[in-house]
């Protein structure tokens, strides 16, 4: 496999001959590729202006829901589902290690191996921590990255529990919020910014005694909210470990695109995701750009002490900053 050279010309050629090959089906170089979007290397940019042109057909499922409520099991259910559609699918899993099931890691593993003789289904973990860019914008790259690879249908699983996990959903076409019966933690408990963003409620285990008083919560809740326009959220029931219901989801899924669709909402949606990452993709260049050629990681720390010890005025300092730093572009003309 081509490395990536960190020479800006010979980065460009081993970054398409990447492409090419993952695009080609080898397995290695979308790994390979995802690596170097979640690890922000310096091809990162290149690998995914490459991959830009093979994207934007394929349906981006967002599933967010508490832990251990099942996503993983019917990510799984529905991936056979499309496949058995003929439809190619790419799983990107968001933190699976919880600390409610620890371990999950290991079973996403098991869940790799399970499927790995199947090209047309690629499944990726990523960890939450430690990105210089925001959680969601490396989560929708490397979605890109997946579908480029000439996936159609691409599930994205997050533990539903903060502001992050709701980010990475509202990037999706259609936004799937699992809740299951008998948890203690009744509908109306839940972040109200989680059952905001439900274009279609599971009601998952519903094996389990409870599901009727969960579905119920949920459609009172609805009674309230005055969804106005259009679509309202389905309630579907599944039971994860046996299948039951997948068909209906992924029939409830069918019928929300088609009605985004139709309203016009798909378009609407994905431009409200192209104005976050734009956004978030902006200020990254900044900082990068900052710190390449007027605040190295010294400067910062001598910053930040005069600020603390309110030797300097943090305001006038940014100001100071960001304005030396389009100059300078002006001055060499590169901006
Ligand atoms: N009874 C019952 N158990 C289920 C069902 N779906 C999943 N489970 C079980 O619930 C446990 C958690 O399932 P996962 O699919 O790993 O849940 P998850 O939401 O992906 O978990 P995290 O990623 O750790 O948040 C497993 O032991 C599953 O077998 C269901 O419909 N009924
Ligand atoms: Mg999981």
């Known amino acids: 496999m081509a490395t990536v050279t960190t020479t800006p ?3 460009w050629e081993a970054v398409e001959h990447l492409v090419t090959s993952l695009r080609g089906g080898d397995v290695r170089a979308l790994a390979r590729a995802i690596s170097l979007v979640e690890n922000d290397a ?5 690998v995914l202006s490459a991959c830009f ?3 934007g057909q394929a349906l981006r499922i967002g599933l967010t829901g ?9 990510v799984d259910r529905l991936a056979a589902y499309y496949r058995a559609e003929q439809e190619t699918v790419g799983i990107v899993a968001v933190d699976p290690t919880s600390p409610f099931t620890g ?9 790799m191996q399970s499927h790995h003789a199947d090209p047309g289904l ?3 973990s990523m960890a939450t921590r430690g990105f210089l860019g925001g959680l969601a914008s490396t989560t929708a790259d ?3 990255v997946v579908e480029a690879s000439g996936k159609t249908r691409l599930l994205i699983e997050t533990v539903g529990v903060g502001q992050d996990e709701v980010d990475i959903v509202r990037l999706a076409d259609v936004t799937v919020v699992v809740l299951v019966p008998g948890l203690g933690d009744d509908v109306q408990s839940i972040k109200a910014g989680i059952l905001e963003i439900a274009d279609i409620f599971v009601v998952n285990k519903s094996d389990r005694e409870g599901a009727d008083r969960v579905e119920r919560e949920i459609r009172a809740m609805q009674s309230l909210g005055g969804h106005g326009k259009g679509w309202v959220p389905p309630v579907v029931r599944t039971v994860a470990t046996t299948g039951e219901g997948t068909a209906a989801l992924a029939e409830a899924i069918d019928r929300c695109v088609d009605s985004f669709r139709k309203a016009g909402k798909l378009e609407e949606k994905r431009t409200a995701a192209w104005q976050a990452r734009l956004v978030e993709m902006i200020r990254q260049k900044l900082v990068r ?3 390449r050629h007027r605040l190295g990681r010294a400067e910062l720390e001598s910053h930040a002490r005069a600020v603390a010890a309110r030797q300097e005025d943090p305001y006038r300092l940014v100001d100071g900053l960001v304005r030396g730093l389009l100059d300078l572009h002006r001055d060499d003309g590169s901006v």
């Open 289 to 291: 750009e900052l710190v």
């Open 142 to 144: 490397i979605a890109s």
């Open 66 to 74: 508490a832990p251990g409520s099942g996503k993983s099991t019917l």
């Open 9 to 11: 010309s010979g980065r």
């Open 53 to 55: 042109p093979y994207t």
């Open 42 to 46: 310096p091809a990162a940019a290149a």
């Open 122 to 124: 690629y499944i990726r």
């Open 103 to 111: 371990g999950a890691i290991l079973g996403d593993r098991i869940r």
